[in-house]
């Protein structure tokens, strides 16, 4: 059996960020186990047509949190990232409008507006109705029936397939009211009302994908990892994995559920198998769009994609868009190049607070812990999951 300090049980931006924080503190005694042949996880890029994927999805980077800036550019400077401004669209029918839709009706024609501003008007939270713990109601209460019916609800249903009567509300508590005055005002002086929206600008590489970062991260500590190696089984009692490596500590950030828990109790291990996910395909398109959007939100049911991200838009010289799809939505009929990611969104159903907060509360007593997006089952997009892994070699660096 190999014995470590550290075992990052994955090679994606949690466990690479973890990883590589600690060989810049000095640390040696630490192995990551990778099941792909490949880091970045979520995050990895391939060239597809002479231009990247992004094979989970589009990645862009935006964050406030210098340090974590500072961090990646560290591994790949900032002089070979872009800054965009966003421009992300909402399909309508026939009509394109910006995000977020709240406050762009005022692109829309006269009698829509008319609409939209009617039911803002009743909406629950503006009516003083009390708010309703199921997502699917909550979306009504928060926009209006009309952008609730015409958008959140079937863009929401597309995304999370089956699972979507199944999210609880606890993960969107800081989303402001949609305002009726402020509406009104907009439609009025024909612009959008309100700050602007978060991830205003993002960096892309500009030679690359978005996993270019990642797969130099990994480089740098490639004799750390071992790929192709899938984790099966978690003794957390000597916490040893698959009987070969044994750990001081260990950091996992795969999915809790893709392996076995063994000397746990019963009934923990049988919550963990509630936790839920969503998958996601990526398929590739050569057609040309005119849309200057660098990604549009589409609601429609009859088309299978939930988002459509336009690579002329965001990679010099690149042609053709990338369609995300559930994975459960997904047809491949003409033999197009895709990716599927089977865990893509950790879902906050009503019942995950308490399964994660028992799982990694008795984790953390036998020293594991959980990191990242799968480890802490969070919606965390890769800047916050390198915050949380630039934390946590602090918190257990001092004991
Ligand atoms: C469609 C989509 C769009 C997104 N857009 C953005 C964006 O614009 N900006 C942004 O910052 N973030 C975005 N994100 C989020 C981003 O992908 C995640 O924050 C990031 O990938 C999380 O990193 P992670 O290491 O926690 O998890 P992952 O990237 O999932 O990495 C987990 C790693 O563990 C490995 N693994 C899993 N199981 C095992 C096992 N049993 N044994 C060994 N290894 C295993 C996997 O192969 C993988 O390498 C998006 C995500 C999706 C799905």
Redesign the pocket.
Known sequence: MQKVKYLI????????SFACKLSQEGERNFLV????DT?????RSEIVDHAPIDI???????TKDNEVLDFLFHFMPQEEWNLFKRDSHIEIGNLQIDHPMEANIWQMNIDNQIEYLKSIAVAGCNAGIKKPELFSQWIIWKLGRRIADDYMLPYNQKLFGSNFEELGTYWLEKLPNVSFEETLRSCIEKKPYGKEPA?TF?YYPKKYG?GEVWRRMADSIKNKIIYG????MLDVVNRVINNEYAAEYIIN???WS??ELDNIPYNLKADTNLLKYVS?CVEYDNKELASPAQWVYIPSQEVMEH?ILIRKNFITGAKGYWK?INFERYKNESNKVSYC?T???PVNSMDKPRIMNSLLSSMKLKNIFG?????EWEH??????VRHALNLVQIIKSG
């Open positions: 049980l994955g090679a994606g931006p949690a466990g690479l186990l990778e099941k792909e880091a970045g996880g979520l995050c989970g999805g589009g990645h862009f980077l935006d991830h993002f978005y190696y899938k984790v099966k950030t795969c999915p893709d392996f996601i988002r995300e990611n865990y893509s969104y990191l990242g997006r799968w480890g965390l997009n890769s800047d916050a999951v």
